[in-house]
């Protein structure tokens, strides 16, 4: 598995077909930060929350790289359930780097205090709190990318526009670890405490796990 997370994880980089899912990301965050530096908690939140589509967009990105034949030599060397795992711990992996740093400027440009401006709020909790949001997106926009992409979804015409809607969905529905995470930073910042609930995290692994599960199952059959 290691040698195929290592294959699946360079194909997608060279490709530079994560270059729309970045710009995507980055879009996002500038629209939130456009106007001025905002509360810390605040902007954490932003940017976890943009995290989401993105890391699912990656995830459709990383599982159809590769031509039809390359797949199909992957699949007959490790079996297609692992070769279609690997892809999709590949877009985890850059999703994750990818949440690192966009917490880690947002940690460099915001405004350590709550929302009314009237309270610090201390930038390495709040920077922790950000990362475990970050990851809780991360993980959920894989899971959401797992089952809105091949080989659940087969067709294109389906599979873009479920996985942007299916995205939102996860981020605004009440109960959603998604909406927990970033709620959490959002009201964090209006009462000064910094949350750190591990449920939604715990959640969103369970998530990921399932769906990436589901999804090789699919490979393999299918394929």
Do not use: Q
């Not at 967009?57 to 279609?84: D, F, I, K, M």
């Not at 740093?101 to 405004?111: R, W």
């Not at 894989?142 to 809105?148: E, H, M, R, S």
């Not at 369970?206 to 990436?212: L, Q, V």
Request: hydrophobic letters at 60%; one cysteine or more.
């Amino acid at each position: 598995m290691t040698a195929t997370l290592h294959y699946r994880t360079a194909l997608l980089l060279r490709s530079f077909r994560w270059l729309p899912p970045l710009l995507l990301h980055l879009a996002v965050m500038a629209i939130g930060l456009a106007a001025g530096p905002r509360p810390l908690l605040d902007s954490l939140g932003w940017s976890a929350a943009a995290l989401l589509p993105a890391a699912a967009w990656l995830v459709r990105v990383s599982v159809t790289a590769e031509p039809p034949a390359a797949r199909a030599c992957v699949a007959a060397a490790t079996g297609p359930g692992r070769a279609h795992t690997a892809g999709v711990l590949a877009a985890l992996l850059c999703s994750v780097v990818l949440g690192a740093v966009s917490t880690a400027v947002v940690v460099a440009v915001a405004d350590p205090h709550t929302t009314d401006h009237l309270k610090a709020v201390p930038v390495v909790p709040a920077a922790a709190a950000g990362l475990l949001a970050a990851l809780v997106t991360a993980l959920l926009g894989t899971a959401v990318g797992a089952l809105t992409n091949p080989p659940v979804l087969l067709r294109p015409g389906w599979a873009v526009p479920v996985t942007a809607l299916t995205a939102v969905l996860v981020l605004v529905a009440a109960g959603s670890p998604a909406n927990a995470a970033v709620t959490g930073l959002v009201t964090g910042s209006r009462t000064g405490v910094v949350p750190f609930p591990p449920a939604p995290l715990l959640l969103a692994a369970f998530a990921a796990c399932g769906a990436t599960w589901l999804a090789a199952t699919l490979s393999g059959r299918r394929g």
